[in-house]
């Protein structure tokens, strides 16, 4: 049995259920886009509170399972990631994906989790909180950088390292945040044929490829 990880250890993988936050859709979320560029069309973070760790319209058969047997998140080193997403109790869906972040700091920095798990990019965070979409004002200087995000709302490697480097010069060395941690952002990727580890509920199947 592993010791329970501290949030702030760098040496464990965050695994989690997200919803998924579009663009526009629904209304209440459009606030997170504002200064963004237009390409970004959905945000993925590292963030629980700017990327919701399930949706709200969650029916009850779903919430009796995930009592029954099983959870829907789990912190875990690297050698326990198989075994770990195996129990989650997550079934896939067009409004829920799998996500997995990892600190590029300390043990993790060059850590690649193995398929089907892809990069999609690149958050900055420091203690959970985003410093691209719950942070800023990203102007001057990180201007480029923010027009330089993909369409999930990240960084590349090279860019977030940028960011880092900038972020202390424009919003000042007083400011906590502006001392973010590279934190890679990983979906677990159904178009690779492989089958899910997790249990599908009677009768669902698993979405179409995105």
């Not at 079934?91 to 994906?97: I, L, M, Q, R, T």
Request: glycine fraction near 6%; charged fraction near 25%.
């Amino acid at each position: 049995m592993s010791k329970k990880p501290d949030p702030r250890d760098t040496d464990y993988l965050r695994v989690r259920v997200r919803s998924r936050l579009l663009r526009g859709v629904p209304v209440e979320t459009r606030d997170w886009f504002v200064g963004l560029p237009p390409h970004v069309e959905e945000i993925r973070s590292a963030d629980g509170f700017v990327s919701p760790h399930l949706p709200e319209r969650v029916d009850a058969s779903y919430v009796s399972r995930r009592r029954q047997r099983g959870h829907l998140d789990t912190d875990c080193p690297p050698d326990e990631l198989a075994q770990e997403v195996a129990d989650l109790d997550y079934v896939p869906s067009p409004d829920c994906y799998l996500q997995l972040t990892l600190s590029r700091v300390g043990a993790l920095a060059t850590f690649e989790p193995p398929p089907p798990w892809r990069l999609l990019g690149y958050d900055l965070t420091q203690y959970g909180i985003s410093s691209i979409h719950n942070c800023g004002p990203w102007e001057s200087e990180l201007v480029p950088l923010l027009q330089r995000l993909n369409g999930y709302g990240l960084f590349s490697r090279e860019d977030a390292a940028a960011a880092c480097a900038l972020l202390p010069k424009v919003w000042g060395e007083q400011e906590h945040h502006a001392f973010p941690d590279p934190s890679a952002v990983y979906e677990w990727d159904h178009r690779v044929g492989v089958r899910a580890p997790w249990r599908p509920a009677r009768g669902q199947a698993l979405p179409p490829p995105r």
